[in-house]
């Protein structure tokens, strides 16, 4: 089951865009999860500006870090230096996102990511993003999914909200493809309100 009031979102990988946000917004596209960031210190700076004229649109917008293995600290230092000046984690925003689909993350790294990013932006919630493959084999997410992290998962099934896959913090479902074309719902009985700051 979806959000009853329809709502969906997409995501942006680095360096795409989308060139009307606010076209995508009367489509009905309510959430967007932007990839600013990788790894310890690479940012940019194009990205950063989509996640502005997504607010500016009225889309709740949010940060994606793309997770490379190693200094999860760091990391997430580099998330909150890089996001506070754009609005990141202002009321109203997607909460950030980590990507974990890179060979090397683990548990141990997303859990110290989301204490960390916690702490650093004085935040509670936190969205971790993930293949289906992965939330089978390689993640645990009851050692570290408490009632302020949603899972988002990538299942390119074409049925949103309905990804074949179930746990008690699953509440985005990306259902097909990649890039700005991929769209988002989410998971009956998460809201919007569950995923935004």
């Not at 606010?22 to 932007?34: D, K, M, N, Q």
């Not at 490379?68 to 996102?97: I, K, M, N």
């Not at 993003?129 to 074409?158: C, I, M, T």
Request: proline letters at 6%; hydrophobic letters at 45%.
């Amino acid at each position: 089951m979806t959000e009853p009031a329809g709502a969906s979102g997409v995501g942006l990988e680095p360096r795409e865009s989308v060139p009307d946000w606010a076209e995508l917004r009367a489509r009905a596209v309510t959430f967007a999860s932007i990839t600013v960031t990788e790894n310890l210190n690479w940012s940019d700076s194009g990205s950063a500006r989509q996640l502005t004229r997504a607010l500016d649109a009225g889309v709740h917008a949010g940060i994606r870090h793309l997770a490379r293995e190693g200094g999860a600290v760091d990391q997430a230092r580099h998330v909150v230096r890089t996001g506070a000046p754009l609005g990141a984690f202002a009321p109203g925003v997607l909460a950030p996102a980590l990507d974990a689909r890179a060979a090397g993350i683990d548990d141990r790294f997303v859990k110290t990511w989301i204490k960390t990013i916690r702490g650093e932006a004085g935040i509670g919630k936190v969205l971790v993003y993930a293949e289906f493959e992965d939330w089978q084999h390689r993640f645990h997410p009851d050692k570290w999914a408490d009632s302020g992290v949603v899972l988002w998962l990538v299942r390119r099934n074409g049925i949103p909200g309905r990804p074949g896959w179930f746990h008690s913090r699953l509440g985005v479902h990306q259902h097909t493809g990649d890039g700005p074309a991929a769209t988002s719902a989410l998971v009956y009985p998460f809201t919007l309100a569950d995923v935004l700051l």
